[in-house]
């Protein structure tokens, strides 16, 4: 089992740019894949990015896709989102997930923390 918790949230104006950091608890963190989801207000939980249990895979959603960059640190049991370029639309709450494989569906991750606020503003 593993336990998540996110940092790094805030409020930030358009443009601007956030570091999300997940620590995760245990001695397994590199056996899972993480993944990093959204959730506004209103509006189902997206998928935003993953990457697999090394490191060498990673996958975005187009809507982030060139603005967002996931990464682990598996020595630190961390994974982290640089997020640049923010738009408005950005604005939910962030979950980082662990599951087996990386994967677009949230059903498919085991594991999840509490979340994080973004807020950008315009």
């Known amino acids: 089992q593993v336990q998540l918790v996110e940092s790094g949230g805030g409020l930030v104006q358009a443009g601007g740019s956030l570091r999300l950091s997940c620590a995760a608890s245990?001695?397994?963190?590199?056996?899972?894949?993480m993944g990093w989801f959204r959730q506004a207000p209103g509006l189902e939980r997206e998928f935003v990015a993953a990457i697999s249990r090394s490191g060498g895979y990673t996958k975005y959603s187009d809507s982030v896709k060139g603005r967002f960059t996931i990464s682990r640190d598996n020595a630190k049991n961390t994974v982290y989102l640089q997020m640049a370029s923010l738009k408005p639309e950005d604005t939910a709450v962030y979950y980082c997930?662990?599951?087996?494989?990386?994967?677009?569906?949230?059903?498919?991750?085991?594991?999840w923390g509490q979340g994080t606020q973004v807020t950008v503003s315009s």
């Open positions: 245990g001695r397994t963190f590199s056996s899972y894949a």
């Open positions: 997930a662990a599951g087996s494989y990386t994967n677009t569906g949230w059903r498919a991750y085991d594991y």
